[in-house]
């Protein structure tokens, strides 16, 4: 992609304004206090300490919308007390020129690495930054310094005792997340019917197992309905698939089909209203015909086989989404996953009973996070991992670190006065990766310009004193809260006015604010976009490096799963189960670096976008595959599969060598898979293949997926399948 197209869909996005779902109440309660901040600041202290402490309450409250599943109070206590100790921090140095710059460049290139413990903490850190540069002009003395911090961290507390006191809708953001994946579930159920290969985004499943760890605090609150749920739709995907897919289900045609079909609707019915059950706190509402689907005696009458057994599993999963959604807690759907008697007598399903790991993934145990000053050696560890030349995070660090200093010496020299407005506007756009930078950059000059002038006239028109000044600014503040989901833009232009009636209620000059803060917007969204021309840290180059990765992850987990068949006796469970979580994360690492490729401006170096389409098919097909065989393995007590121990053994050594062949622009050879698949239609010792049909069309599909993602790799010829992949999402 060239720059100037690069430039023109960079500001496009930044300037798209986009539709969102307000939650009137959460800005309400964040407008009050700060309204709550300003009103006792003004009436004990004056309008200069009031300022400060509303900079304060301000970033609390908006801590408390970022996407975390931290509790909020701890994300506005958090949010006020950091930004307490950088602002007497910045004062102590402030008057010193050369020691100002100095404490600006770390604790910015500080704020550069926290994007190592997620985008939670980045941004709350470089904001963090950027209200500093602003609060450390106000104080006078060092006394004033530290009334000035206490207010601001006071902000803090403030907001988080309101969000303790009245809290709107309690774990709303767990719910959503549950009640998001179990809703994919049911869209991929219905999908389908129409699809038996229809491929599915486990990043709902992700997202829900993310909000689903607790500290133990959280563990005693949390609601019954959401403890155990996000367990059992993850077992419920690969029993949807198979049940579905012509390879190791029913047949493409027929009254099977028919049946599956029925059976599919039924359930993504049932999910739905739990879904909407869990989302809402209400009891769960079901139509008795997608009950009678499900559990009527014709579908041992019309199933057989692995079918028949996935039909019985579906019910058991479902009868537990059911349960638990109605908040009847999941120990007894555990023990009724890992007991139920309703195994029909025919000699498959007789040597597989119910998947010795539903007890395992049912969601029982629970998932720890740690408390606060426990995450600090794992955020530690975190940012000593990025501490490397090819890192994008320290590449980010320097970057914002280096701008900020140059644009507050800018700032310095320009003849305008308040010149941190050029280091704030480049540390709150600048972001780790190009796309975001860029548009941010474009956004938060537009967004600028229309708050700053809007603001303007109403000073123009109105001259406000210093009570209607603070009431304007709580006003800007409670509508950039609500119409915080609809864009950057929108957000700036609520900022920018916010700012300009803040500092105005403080005595700030009106009519010097207008063309400063725009000309020195406009400085410092230039730095960030030139800083990171000059030292970028493209995503293009690391496209094979993160396409090995998944095939690694991919390969391991595949491996994991056949092993399995091996020694059912093993207890390996979890390793299926870390194995699947790799993967998924390796996936969702490729989806993201190739959204994030695809709009830089330069060029694929290594990789064509239509071989990396057809590849990340071949690859998801690959871990589709393999989650085929893991919805049927076997229980304890069956028997070993002949050559199943080869096999994984050779998926494991082949794709190791596939990722290193990938990583050194070669195509990957599957000759050793090819040759244990062999073994089982020509055994050595002259007896009959293996006689498990599952294992033996589940390594036929492992194959096949293999050998498609040499083709995609390989660019001198072959049959491709782009018009496929890129008609759509991958399949898995």
């Keep these: 992609m060239s720059w100037l197209r690069a430039l023109k869909e960079t500001a496009r996005e ?35 300490i009031a300022a400060s402490s509303a900079f304060g309450a301000f970033q609390a409250a908006i801590a408390t919308f970022q996407r975390s599943w931290r509790p909020r109070p701890v994300l506005a206590l958090v949010s006020g007390a950091s930004l307490g100790v950088s602002t007497f921090l910045g004062y102590l140095v402030g008057s010193q020129t050369i020691p100002f710059m100095g404490l600006l460049a770390l604790w910015t290139f500080a704020a550069g690495m926290a994007w190592a413990a997620g985008p939670t903490g980045g941004i709350i850190a470089a904001s963090n930054v950027a209200i500093m540069l602003v609060t450390v002009t106000l104080p006078t003395s060092v006394a004033d310094a530290a009334a000035h911090a206490g207010m601001i961290a006071v902000g803090g507390l403030i907001q988080a ?81 198979s049940l579905a897919d012509p390879a190791l289900g029913v047949p493409a045609e027929g009254l099977e089909r028919l049946w599956v079909r029925e059976l599919l609707g039924a359930a993504g019915s049932v999910l739905d209203a739990a879904a909407r059950a869990v989302r809402q706190g209400d009891p769960v509402h079901l139509a008795p015909t997608d009950l009678g689907v499900l559990r009527t005696p014709d579908n041992e009458v019309i199933l057989v086989g692995p079918a028949r057994r996935a039909a019985d599993r579906l019910d058991a999963l479902l009868s537990d989404v059911i349960e638990i959604a109605e908040g009847a807690g999941t120990r007894a759907a555990a023990e009724r996953v890992g007991s139920r008697p309703s195994e029909p007598p025919d000699p498959y399903t007789a040597a597989h009973p119910a998947h010795p790991s539903d007890l395992a993934h049912t969601g029982v145990e ?3 996070r740690p408390t606060l000053l426990r995450l600090v050696p794992v955020i530690l560890k975190a940012m000593r991992r990025e501490l490397h030349h090819g890192s994008p995070i320290l590449r980010h660090a320097i970057r914002v670190s280096v701008v900020a200093a140059v644009g507050f010496l800018i700032g310095a020299a320009l003849p305008f006065g308040h010149g941190y407005w050029a280091p704030m506007a480049a540390v709150m756009v600048m972001r780790p990766d190009f796309s975001q930078t860029y548009s941010r950059s474009v956004a938060r000059f537009g967004g600028t310009l229309i708050g700053v002038g809007l603001a303007s006239g109403i000073v123009q028109a109105v001259h406000p004193g210093v009570t209607l000044s603070a009431i304007l600014a709580v006003f800007c503040a409670w509508l950039m809260y609500l119409l915080m989901g609809t864009g950057y833009v929108v957000g700036q232009v609520c900022i920018s006015a916010y700012v300009v009636f803040l500092l105005g209620m403080a005595g700030d000059d009106w009519s010097q604010t207008v063309l400063e803060r725009v000309v020195l917007t406009l400085v410092g969204g230039l730095l960030a976009m030139v800083s990171y021309a000059l030292y970028p840290a493209w995503e293009t180059p690391r496209l094979r490096n993160r396409l090995a990765d998944w095939l690694v992850s991919d390969g391991r987990y595949a491996a994991t799963v056949v092993a ?114 062999a073994h089982w239609d020509v055994p050595a010792d002259g007896t009959t293949p293996a006689p498990d049909p599952v294992v033996r069309k589940g390594a036929a599909l492992l194959l096949e997926a293999l050998e498609e993602f040499s083709q995609a790799l390989d660019e001198r010829g072959g049959s491709r399948r782009s018009d496929v992949s890129r008609s759509g999402p991958p399949r898995g």
């Design 14 to 48: 930044g300037l798209t304004i986009e539709r969102s779902s307000p939650e009137p109440l959460i800005a309400l309660r964040g407008a009050v206090g700060l309204a709550l901040v300003i009103g006792v600041s003004l009436a004990l202290f004056g309008p200069v």
């Design 161 to 241: 005792s309101l969000v303790v006191l009245f809290p709107v809708r309690r774990w709303g953001a767990q719910r959503d997340a549950l009640a998001d994946a179990l809703a994919a579930e049911a869209d991929y159920a219905r999908r389908l019917r129409q699809d038996p290969v229809a491929p599915f985004d486990p990043l709902p499943l992700m997202t829900a197992r993310n909000a689903a760890a607790v500290t133990p605090r959280e563990a005693r609150r949390r609601p019954a309905e959401l403890h155990g749920a996000r367990g059992v739709a993850e077992r419920l995907r690969p029993v949807l698939a």
């Design 366 to 368: 629970t998932r720890r």
């Design 564 to 677: 399995q068949y091996a020694d059912p006796t093993a207890d390996s469970h979890e390793d299926v189960r870390t194995a699947l979580l790799a993967t998924r994360e390796a996936r969702v690492a490729w989806q993201e670096a190739l959204a994030t490729a695809q709009h830089e401006p330069v060029r694929h170096r290594g990789i064509s976008r239509a071989a990396a389409a057809d590849a990340q098919h071949a690859l998801a097909e690959l871990g589709r595959s393999a989650m085929l065989l893991e919805a049927h393995l076997p229980a304890a007590s069956a028997a070993p599969v002949p050559g199943a121990a080869d096999l994984a053994e050779a998926l494991h050594r082949a794709t190791e060598q596939g990722a290193r062949a990938v990583r050194e622009r070669r195509v990957p050879d599957w000759r050793q898979v090819t040759e244990a698949v």
